[in-house]
């Protein structure tokens, strides 16, 4: 059974997105600016993008990424990945401590996962969209400069 956000939850999931997961795209991108100039790394926010339908989809595609032999200019992906998998566990733990969507009791173990799973994806998917647009801007800029 699908869940259904509550109007409040919906509001509360836009402010966030549009405050603080907004900044934190922005300086996520900020420190990765290096690996955003590599051509191929548009390949990589596509996927980011197409993973993030779940938190355990990007998730298991973020850590995947991560462990991945990459080779030559793209071993920078590498430390994208780790970062990224780092803000995402990050993320997850907000969920339930700083956001307050999950209740820390009332729950069954499995219902407080889905649940966190649940809001830990709709933040996830707010971020790289945010994410992917940041970084897309930040290759224009770069190319239109020409760095």
């Known amino acids: 059974m699908e869940r259904k956000l509550s109007p409040e939850e919906q509001e509360r999931i836009r402010l966030l997105s549009d405050g603080e997961i ?5 300086e996520f991108a900020k420190e990765q600016e290096e690996i955003i100039a590599y051509r191929q790394f548009g390949h990589q926010v596509s996927g980011l993008e197409a993973y993030a339908r ?3 989809e ?18 920078s992906f590498e430390g994208f990945y780790t970062a990224l998998a780092n ?3 990050n993320l997850r733990e907000d969920v339930q401590g700083k956001y307050s969507f ?16 649940f809001f830990a994806g709709l933040l996830a998917r707010e971020f790289v969209q945010h994410l992917a ?3 897309m801007w930040q290759a224009w800029k770069s190319k239109k400069e020409g760095k």
């Open 22 to 26: 907004y900044q934190r795209a922005i």
């Open 54 to 56: 779940s938190f355990k």
């Open 58 to 75: 990007l998730d298991e595609f973020v850590n995947h990424q991560k462990g991945r032999n990459w080779e030559e200019k793209s071993q």
């Open 87 to 89: 803000y995402l566990n």
């Open 102 to 117: 999950v209740p820390p009791e009332g729950q069954t173990k499995n219902e407080k996962k889905e649940q966190t799973d």
């Open 133 to 135: 647009a940041e970084m």
